[in-house]
């Protein structure tokens, strides 16, 4: 059965911290890794990592996918009051979505 | 990416009634996606609607339950019908853009009561 698990579930740091998250699957037919922040209501997409070892940026945000491992981390430096979200890992599989549980990250100031 | 907007954004019924959600998007796309969210959880497909055939739905969920229309290619709507509290949720709509990421809606928060 595919699956897709992201750890830690929670997590509770420091404004100015930097935190990992992590994701791992095992999913058939796998066609991209997708990263998104969801702070209300609607998922926002962060990124999307098809090929191993090419690290995705935006700004103090970052991914890389690991294809043989079978694995992605989201990294996220120097981290503010406005990083908490949930953050849910999503794998690509023809043309569905596999997701993750999610990562409550919260930043205390 | 995509702008999609969502109607209503939040809503509270009683049980045994109907709600129709709507999700409209800025451009022409192929495959809208409905999602649930229930409190707590991940989300989980409802189904994929594609314009001029019949949306596929994921294991536990039926059609008579979820009606679904797929019009043309900028609009599609979801029905929860004869509603419970267990249909309490948030109800996404989605959008494939690009090389497969989804792009989301804003959501629709319902409380059935």
């Known amino acids: 059965e595919d699956k897709v698990v992201q750890s830690p579930l929670s997590l509770v740091v420091h404004e100015g911290d930097t935190v990992t998250l992590n994701c791992s699957y095992e999913?058939?037919?796998?066609?991209?890794l997708l990263w998104y922040k969801q702070e209300k209501k609607a998922p926002t997409f962060l990124f999307m990592l098809?090929?191993s070892g090419i690290e995705k940026k935006s700004g103090r945000l970052s991914s890389i996918l690991d294809k043989k491992e079978l694995f992605s981390i989201l990294n996220i430096t120097a981290t503010q009051t406005g990083d908490s979200a949930v953050y849910l890992c999503a794998v690509g599989r023809n043309y569905q979505l596999i997701w993750g549980a999610g990562t409550k990250l919260i930043i205390k100031p | 990416s995509a702008v999609i907007s969502q109607k209503p954004s939040r809503d509270i019924c009683q049980r045994g009634t109907s709600l129709t959600i709507q999700c409209q998007v800025d451009?022409?796309?192929?495959?809208m996606f409905w999602y649930r969210q229930q409190p707590g959880q991940s989300l989980t497909l409802i189904a994929t609607a594609n314009q001029g055939s019949e949306a596929t739905y994921e294991s536990g969920f039926v059609i008579d339950k979820f009606p679904i229309s797929r019009p043309n290619l900028t609009f599609s709507t979801l029905t929860v019908s004869n509603m419970s509290p267990e249909d309490s949720s948030i109800y996404l709509c989605?959008?494939?853009?690009?090389?497969?990421?989804?792009?989301f809606g804003p959501g629709t928060r319902l409380t059935v009561t």
């Open positions: 451009s022409q796309v192929t495959m």
């Open positions: 989605s959008v494939e853009k690009g090389e497969g990421e989804q792009y």
């Open positions: 999913v058939t037919n796998f066609r991209s």
């Open positions: 098809t090929s």
